[in-house]
T-cell receptor, first 115, second 112 residues
Framework: GAGVSQTPSNKVTEKGKYVELRCDPI?????LYWYRQSLGQGPEFLIY????????DSGLPNDRFFAVRPEGSVSTLKIQRTERGDSAVYLC?????????????FGAGTRLSVL | QKEVEQDPGPLSVPEGAIVSLNCTYS??????FMWYRQYSRKGPELLMY????GNKEDGRFTAQVDKSSKYISLFIRDSQPSDSATYLC????????????FGQGTELSVKP
């Protein structure tokens, strides 16, 4: 596809469960970002990958959150022991590089609901 | 204080009106500025980006940045009902890594 693809589009889980959210970036984009958007708020940065490595994970709220990008393309955001406060839209974005042309293109997001 | 502040609205205007959306930022290290449009249940879509103070025009949209006052604006001319969406300003800096800092978003409704 031409754009950033995120799956699933919706995820409903129970408190305490483990979830994985997937992001497939635009082909050729080396930088990949995860953001979280709560209702009525702007996206908040979680983590950023340049290639396979996490260049900045300062936005991850706690150690229940973890993300990987093993081959420098698809990324998975993993949330352990989910809590109701984790309910939000999780957005993924990619950009061609991390330099001056840091134009980030977003996917439609995964809407996570923790019951 | 958030690094990027934006009036959440909602803002309602009649079709054809000129819309002014505004943000302020506090971090002097921010060097590039973007406006995204987000329709309900969709991801943000890039509208405008700029790296310097001044105006940048693209069709009915004009982005304005004043670094001296740390003020960012987006003007929409001849607004259309299809412009009804949430508008997000975002800023970043070369020493901020790759992350963008977003405002809260302004919900705009253009009435026919």
């Amino acid at each position: 596809g031409a754009g950033v693809s995120q799956t699933p589009s919706n995820k409903v889980t129970e408190k305490g469960k483990y979830v994985e959210l997937r992001c497939d970036p635009i082909s050729g984009h080396t930088a990949l970002y995860w953001y979280r958007q709560s209702l009525g708020q702007g996206p908040e940065f979680l983590i950023y990958f340049q290639g396979t490595g996490a260049a900045d994970d300062s936005g991850l709220p706690n150690d229940r959150f973890f993300a990987v990008r093993p081959e420098g393309s698809v990324s998975t955001l993993k949330i352990q022991r989910t809590e109701r406060g984790d309910s939000a839209v999780y957005l993924c974005a990619s950009s061609l590089n991390q330099g001056r042309g840091n134009i980030q293109y977003f996917g439609a997001g995964t809407r996570l609901s923790v019951l | 204080q958030k690094e990027v502040e934006q009036d959440p609205g909602p803002l309602s205007v009649p079709e054809g009106a000129i819309v002014s959306l505004n943000c302020t930022y506090s971090n002097s290290a921010f060097q590039y500025f973007m406006w995204y449009r987000q329709y309900s249940r969709k991801g943000p879509e890039l509208l405008m980006y700029t790296y310097s103070s001044g105006n940048k025009e693209d069709g009915r949209f004009t982005a304005q940045v004043d670094k001296s006052s740390k003020y960012i604006s987006l003007f929409i001319r001849d607004s259309q009902p299809s412009d009804s969406a949430t508008y997000l300003c975002a800023s970043g800096g070369y020493n901020q890594g790759g992350k963008l800092i977003f405002g809260q978003g302004t919900e705009l409704s253009v009435k026919p």
